[in-house]
């Protein structure tokens, strides 16, 4: 029906949106969907009957419930139906105004910025991304192709983006073009398309889910970084219609400019393959749009407007784009698991083939390009060379986010690492880098090695460092080489969890995910190993390695640039590679090298710490250039640069080629004329040159340059002339004239021009010497020589004059030639000259004149000439000064002196010289003797003159008159001097000489000199005086002066005017009698003096006087000693005025008093009386005072009262009576007892001592003390005392305790208490074991049950122990102790059965030790932690029957026939048993019977027998179970028997089913006819059994002595080894050079410190030294110093002093302390324990601490120091607290104080005490056992030769000894009466050598019996004195005592 208005239908169409609007103006808009259609059908006239349908430009068909939703300005199509094809183009108005996103997000992807990327394939890349996204659902091949069409005929330049992808309706081209609208903003219109909604993809593997276009961002920012222009094309999938966008950007800025809507335009909507509205200049798109037809949907992005810098970057680097684009893409090209050639590309199930084509078109030639087809690639290498992978997964929390990487290991191949190098930054050079291929060399600080894919795509800017599991710092696998970890390349593979930036250049958090410790790896996928295992087969499976071989050292090389990269290097001689040996000095031929090198290898070098043979995967050698001589160059390349082509002859061939190009010799020419010959000798002056040199090489071609080694013309060569005279070497200028004589040598050396080397190569260059002679010329002047500046008159001296020639050369004088002398002022002469050579002497040389003196010196000019030289005078300067001593001056130069006695007398003397100058020379001494003095002497040696003073001339003056004396004056060192007399007149002296003392009140009384006078005792001699006399008898006038000088010793204060007046202070005579005192006066210092002693004697009695012996006196007893009475002065002093008359008037008066045994005795002697026999009866106790008198003296004295004698005990307190304690209980309230004397005083005698004791005496009581002394108060305490019941049977118990004191032996009684004992029913006492005794021990069998019972106090089983605390202890032999030895085996008790009781511990089912022998087994129970209960130890034996024995061993029996039957009784109780050899039980299933009789002792028949009871010889018992039971066997009353006779009761068994009879038992006993002598002789035999008993215990113990010592060895040595693995302080820098020849060791090692703080404080004086190494030697110091390149210090002992001997401490001198210091000083050194070599450490400390002191704290050190410092120098000090004192007195701030301990390291800690003690015992223990073992040894060849003497053999040649000699005898009897014969004289003879022979072996066997009873007695007494330590070695072996060690 429309047919026939199709044209107008087509324009209602486009003008329909026109009739809105006039519907909109009309006001006719309808809110129903039909009005609208009514509208239409009026507006176009469409027929009722037509089908039309409303459609939008997505072909959504309109209906009722979309036309609510339809907005405003939407273009609408009115159609026949929805799938018309459009007949003409359509344009529809749209908006795109940027959505709200970006406001509200570009802030944060702007804070994430990404790398600057320069390349376009980036920007292309954001296009492909949308390219994937669009044909991500294809079902077949997806293509994308890229054009660059860059030919000008086609129209501009444009960039062409197709795919065969889904393509996009208008509504989605209208998202397109709004910026940031994501595919995540949902659409919630009716019109949105289903398929339009974006769906997340399901989880795919590497995440290659195409999903890629992400933001809205990526696809404009792209195109309009490309152009200016983006033409967008595409047809959806299903849609007829074409679509086309537009975007320019002269389109926005027109419509800016006109100010329209930016953001709106129009999209064309038209028909497949319409291209119409193309432009001209857009032709290409013609192409375009008619590929259009037939295609099923696409999308074309159409860039034009390109900027001319991307079109050239496009085309010039069009492969490094598409590489770029290859890479992003590589695994949505190639599959999950790339492109690997070796294996094919892997392509999942949900991925189709994707082609991503690459056309370029300039001028008409197309390029085109394959990414899938493309291998060479960027990715592809790094698959490609892996040569295995590892694969892990990482997911990260909360937001879910996976990761999936992958490692690639890349192996070293022989000389190369395979890890691919970027192709971009490959370099041609083959020199670019000496480290290329080198492992380990590769930086691996933050080594990015992951490529990170978002959703299968390549991020390029973001790459993640390794993982901490999968770094060589976290490597758990010590055997894998640290270069490894630097072949890996990875990919991460990211799902979009992970946020990336909107250009999709970085990511924004993956790396910073992956480092949380939130993220978890999973390692090993695929069924890889764990990652260290794989990399380690990695290494060992694929890479190829070069194995350097003969290590050399460690070096540092410094031509690397890189500093961290020149240490350190290992060295080595060899190395083996691919099959090849190359070593040190080998020729080889470098390749890939410029140039070609051709030399001998020096060394191979490795980068790392080797210290033996290494593989490694690289490495590198250097090589020496050879021939050296022309190349002198090292040059260090890798290994892999070697050619392994080539051979030795090649290589020596261009060497020897090289060489001879070398200079090879010199030579000398002269040019004109006059050639020197060789060692030519000429005069000096001598022209030498000119000379031609030339330089040869060995072809004989001059040559100036070394051959060239490269590019240039070479070294430039020279000739280099020395000339060498006298050892002296200079270079020679052919203008200078040789002037010196002598031998010389001229040296041509060729040198390198530039350096003036004379070496090239290591190599000499040519040289060439010419040698000659210059000699002197004429003699033409002379020069004088060397004359002393000093001369002296009159002493000859020589004038040396040496003759020279023209040039200074010295040569000879002619003969016959006579010098002259001149000098004004002096006279000189002169005997001969001399000549010799070159040197002419003028002679003996005198000067004589007036000179200055001796201070100073004249100056004079002495002239010389010699005629006939050309310069004949010279002339010298000479000092002048006095000549040798010639005479002696003295003046006064009187010859008589008058000299007043007592005065000295003084002399000037001077010392001439020829001339008569004062002179000063050595020794000029001058000596003044007088006889009778002693001489004195002055020294003029210095100024010629000096003065004598003599001795003050004291004589005896006679009567007033003078003396005369002479004095002489000499010289003793110049006897040439005349001697001097002089004459000395003595006159009186006028001073005081003599003293006198005299008293002016009595003239009579003066004192002589050394007298003594009596004076009265504490009296005073009033009114002395002196005089004073003169040597002349005149008295001396007393004045001011002279008193001034008067001394006296009794006083110091002095009065002057009383001395001037002669009067002298008043003298107190001592008060006591026996005090003599010695009194002087003097003058004049003691020269004038009188001295004199009073005796003072006493004055008039005083008092009486009573002298105690003692002041205090026990109550009851007389006060030891006598008590003194005396008359005393009113000093004390004695008078003896007391008679005999007196005893009868003395008397004595005190309170109890008792006077009857007082008595008053007179003694002579003393004139005293003694009062004797005081003592008090009664009163309190304290002190009494007692009353003497004697006629008018009364005296009182005080003497103290104590108590008495201690006489008993009283209870002070205790508990409340009746007593009752549960027995193992306490008493908690202590018993206090005071000790009181008869009058019940409380006495404190601690020589009292108190016990506790029981009655009766079955209570045992256990407290901390049971007796004790008294305390100083005469108490006694007794705390917690527990009761114990020995009888455990008992249910009660009643005892008394009583308190009983001992005093010197005797009894104190006291108090007693009852008490009442109960016993503990919850108290486990012993452990009860029940077993079948009858029951056989087989070895390897089974041990009977045993059934054991925890028996509590009151004797009822205990049974809430748990089961596992009961143990059985089984041991081989004996035991020493009470408790099972270490060796013992431990069993656990069984389970019950159902019908055992619950009321034990049975051990059932236990088998018996396989080896025959004895064994011990003992129950025990764990009573709590530290208690343990032990039963009865019980032996077995696995054995057969042997005798019949006891239980234990009675005594031994002694009886008397009396009718007492306690006497007769021989046994009682005795049970006897069948027993084995060792005494355990066997056969207790035997039956039989026991005969019991009587025999002698003696084994000798004695008819007088005991009888048995009822007068019986024989009884018979029966045997029982293996068991016969006495009760009780006597004699008979009155039986018969020898008094003090010794038989033997004998048990005989007889059992028939046994086939050999057993031993019988016998017993030993005594009888006796009376029963005195029986009782004593029982107790002799009891002491005489347990001594027995005693010697066979340790008989039995000492052959377990060697176990038991070897086990207490072993365990002391277990509990050594446990004190030596304690940790404790040790010096943590390890001393890696001790050890080697002459060196001590590091000084933190040589020495240890027991003090933590004294460790500490002088670790940190001397922490500076603590790392030095201390050698004996300074060449082991050198040889380290130069070990370790100087970085470790050093000191040698050779080169260090330090005084002999230890100083004391400064505070002591002499042996005594000068002060007691405090705060314990020492020397710091003497705390330092050296471990070994003690002098050679002692000196080291001492040099290192010297003197430095160690003290307790500060305080101590500064007031120490303080006083020492005013003595001499104290040295530096340190406190225990950290602190120092320096030298100098500093002390404070951070650098005297001491760091924390910990942050130092200091001296090591000694092993504790306890360990050295540990090694004593030991060592006493071995020695003890080495005694044992040698007395062991020793008596077993006693017992051997005792035994050999016993032999048959022995006891037969004694018989035939005594045969023999009874023979001789007869023999000898018949000599005496026939002559001998000669066959009688032979058999005498025989038989005296036989008797001899037999004499000798006896004496010899006796011999060896005395040595080992000497051997064996002096091992018993050692092992005597051993055995007084048994008890402790048991003490130590029981529980409780492991610690304890015996004293040996």
Known sequence: ?????????????????????????????????????????????????????????????????????????????????????????????????????????????????????????????????????????????????????????????????????????????????????????????????????????????????????????????AVFHFGNVVRMISKPVGLPDVHELVLSEEDFEKKEKNKEDIYSTTILNRKPGDCSHVSEDERFLRTIIEEEPGKESFTAVVITGLKQNHVSFLKDEFVVWTRQLAHIYHYYIHGVNGNDMRQGSKKTDHQSKIDIQVRLQIHLNTFELIASKEPDFFQTLYINSAADTFEFKASTAPDGGTVEGVLRYHPFLYDRETYPKDPDTIKDSLDADDFENEPGLVNQEERRIFECYWNGRLIPGTKVTEFDWCSCKGAKGGDIPPECYSRFSGVLFTDDNFQVTTNKMTFMDLELKLKSKDTIFTLGLNGQKEFVQWLKNCHQNFDKQIKFVGFKGITTRTDVAKKKLQHPWATFFSIEWDGRTYRTGQLVKTQKTNPILYGKVVRFLLYGNYDGDVYATGGQVEVSREPRALYDMNKIIPISRIDKTATDEAIKKNIDSDSNKLPDMLKLDWPVGNPWPQNAVCPVGTPLGPLKIEILNKKGEAVSRMAPTGQGSGTKLCVKLTLVHHEITYELCFTETLTDLGKYTLNLNTVVHETNAITFGGRPLPRFTFKFTLKEGDAVKFVIGAVSPTLRVGVPFDIPLQIKDGYDNLTTLPPKLRPELKCRGLNLTYETVYSSGTTFTIKSVQARGKVLNYQQSKSYELEVTVPGLKEHTKSIKISLLPGVPDSLHVTPEETSILVENGNPVTFNVEIHDEAGNITANPKQIVRCEVKGFPPVVSDCSSTGAGQLVTKPINLTIINGEQQELKAQFVMPNHKNVALVMKELKVLPSTRASVMELYSQDDENLVLRNSEKIEWIAGGLLENLFYRLYDEAGREVPLTAEIASMIKVNWTGEVFLEDLIQGKLPDVQVPKQVKEERFYQVSYQDQSVSVSFTIVPRPDEPARLKVTLPQVTVKLGEILSGNISLELVDQFDNLTKLLTPASVNHITVEAEGLDKSAIAFIWQESSCSVLVTGVRFQSGPLGPRDMCFSCSDFVEHVSVKVTAGLPAQLKLLSGPEQPLQVLNGHGIAKPFIVQLCDEW?????????????????????????????????????????????????????????????????????????????????????????????????????????????????????????????????????????????????????????????????????????????????????????????????????????????????????????????????????????????????????????????????????????????????????????????????????????????????????????????????????????????????????????????????????????????????????????????????????????????????????????????????????????????????????????????????????????????????????????????????????????????????????????????????????????????????????????????????????????????????????????????????????????????????????????????????????????????????????????????????????????????????????????????????????????????????????????????????
């Open 1 to 221: 029906m429309l047919n026939s208005a199709s044209k107008r239908r087509s324009a209602a169409a486009a003008s329909l949106q026109e009739g809105r609007d006039k519907c909109k103006t009309k006001k006719l808009m309808i809110s129903t969907f039909f009005l609208l259609l009514l509208l239409l059908l009026q507006e176009f006239g469409i027929h009722s009957n037509e089908t039309f349908v409303v459609a939008t430009t997505d072909r959504i068909v309109l209906d009722f419930d979309r036309f609510k939703e339809l907005r405003d300005d939407t273009t609408l199509y009115l159609l026949q139906h929805e799938h018309q094809v459009l007949p003409a183009a359509t344009e529809e108005k749209i908006s795109f105004m940027p959505h709200y996103d970006t406001l509200i997000k570009s802030g944060t992807y702007e804070y994430y910025a990404s790398e600057n990327k320069e390349s376009l394939a980036y920007p292309l890349a954001e296009l492909i991304d949308n390219a994937l996204s669009a044909t991500a659902k294809n079902a077949g091949t997806r293509i994308i192709e890229i054009r660059m069409l860059f030919d000008e005929s086609l129209g501009k330049p444009a960039v062409i983006v197709l795919d065969n992808g889904r393509g996009m309706t208008t509504k989605q081209l209208n998202k397109w073009a709004v910026y940031r609208h994501s595919k995540f903003t949902k659409e919630k219109s009716t019109f949105a398309r289903k398929e339009e909604d974006y769906v997340r993809p399901d989880p795919v593997p590497r995440s290659l889910n195409s999903d890629i276009s992400y933001f809205g961002v990526g696809g404009k920012q």
């Open 1240 to 1944: 019940g005083n409380p006495s404190p005698d601690q020589r009292v001592v108190v016990d506790l004791r029981t009655s009766p005496p079955g209570l045992k009581v256990m407290t901390k003390v049971i007796s004790q002394p008294v305390n100083a108060e005469g108490k006694a305490s007794f705390f917690s005392l527990v009761g114990m019941l020995i009888n455990s049977s008992s249910t009660r118990g009643y005892y008394q305790l009583l308190f009983k004191g001992s005093f010197n032996k005797k009894p104190i009684p006291g108090p007693s208490l009852n008490l009442t004992v109960l016993p503990d029913p919850n108290k486990p006492v012993s452990l009860s074991v029940k077993y079948n005794t009858s029951a056989k021990f087989l070895a390897g069998g089974t041990f009977p049950v045993f059934a054991v019972t925890v028996v509590s106090d009151e004797g009822s089983p205990i049974t809430t122990f748990n089961p596992a605390a009961a143990s059985m202890f089984v041991w081989n032999g004996a035991s020493l102790t009470k408790t099972p030895p270490e060796t013992a085996i431990e069993l656990k008790c069984s389970r019950p059965m159902e019908n055992e009781k619950n009321d034990c511990f049975h051990f059932r089912d236990k088998e018996i030790p396989e080896e025959v022998g004895k064994y011990t087994i003992q129950f025990s129970l764990r009573v709590n932690k530290t208690d343990v209960l032990y039963s009865n130890q019980v032996a077995v034996l696995a054995n057969q029957p042997a005798k019949l024995g006891p239980d234990s061993q009675p005594p031994t029996p002694v009886v008397s026939y009396s009718e007492d039957i306690a006497s007769r009784t021989l046994v009682e109780n005795l049970t006897l048993r069948i027993m084995d050899l060792y005494g355990n039980p066997a056969a207790q299933d035997l039956e039989g019977k026991v005969i019991i009789t009587i025999k002698s002792s003696n084994g000798e028949r004695n008819e007088s027998f005991p009888l048995l009871e009822r007068g019986t010889s024989r009884v018979q018992i029966n045997l029982v179970e293996g068991k016969a039971h006495i009760t009780r066997l006597t004699i008979r009353e009155n039986s018969p028997g020898d008094n003090g006779s010794t038989y033997i009761l004998l048990f005989k068994p007889e059992v028939s089913a046994l086939p050999t009879p057993l031993a019988a038992f016998e017993l030993p006993f005594h009888f006796y006819n009376d029963a005195q002598n029986q009782q004593r002789m029982s107790e002799l035999t009891r002491k005489k059994d347990e001594l027995s008993s005693a010697i066979e215990r340790y008989e039995e113990t000492f052959g377990t002595y060697t176990q038991l010592l070897e086990l207490l060895m072993k365990k002391k040595k277990a509990e050594a080894e446990a004190i030596q693995k304690m940790p404790r302080r040790v010096y943590s820098i390890s001393d890696n050079f001790r050890g080697q020849a002459d060196v001590l060791g590091m000084v933190g090692h040589l020495a240890l410190v027991q003090d933590d703080a004294a460790a500490w404080v002088i670790s940190w004086h001397i922490r500076g030294d603590m790392d030095c190494v201390i050698t004996r030697t300074t060449e082991a110091a050198r040889r380290i110093f130069d070990d370790t390149q100087g970085r470790q210090q050093v000191m040698a002992l050779d080169s260090v002093f330090v005084p002999q001997g230890n100083r004391p401490l400064p505070h002591i001198r002499n042996g005594y302390p000068l002060f007691d210091p405090p705060g314990n000083p020492v020397y710091a050194r003497e705390l330092l324990i050296y471990r070994y070599d003690r002098e050679s450490c002692d000196i080291v400390f001492k040099n290192i601490l010297g003197d430095t002191i160690l003290i307790d704290d500060l305080d101590s050190a500064n007031n120490y120091r303080r006083v020492v410092q005013n003595r001499m120098q104290c040295p530096t000090i340190l406190t225990r607290k950290g602190e120092r004192v320096s030298g100098r007195g500093k002390f404070g701030g951070a650098q005297n104080t001491a760091p924390p301990m910990s942050t130092l390291k200091m001296f090591g800690a000694p092993l504790p005490q306890q360990y050295h003690s540990l090694l004593e015992q030991i060592e006493l223990l071995q020695q003890y056992l080495s005694a044992l073992l040698k007395k062991e040894e020793m008596e077993r060849a006693r017992n051997d030769h005792i035994n050999k003497i016993k032999s048959l053999d022995v006891q037969q040649k004694q018989q035939e000894w005594d045969e023999k000699r009874k023979q001789l005898r007869e023999i000898e009897i018949q000599l005496g009466m026939f002559p001998i014969s000669t066959s009688l004289q032979s058999i005498k003879e025989g038989l005296n050598k036989h008797v001899t022979g037999l004499w000798n072996c006896v004496n010899q066997l006796n011999g060896t019996v005395r040595a080992h009873a000497q051997d064996i007695g002096g091992l018993r007494e050692t092992c005597e004195t051993l055995e007084n330590h048994i008890a402790n070695i048991e003490r130590d072996l029981q529980p409780g005592n492991e610690g304890k060690l015996p004293e040996l």
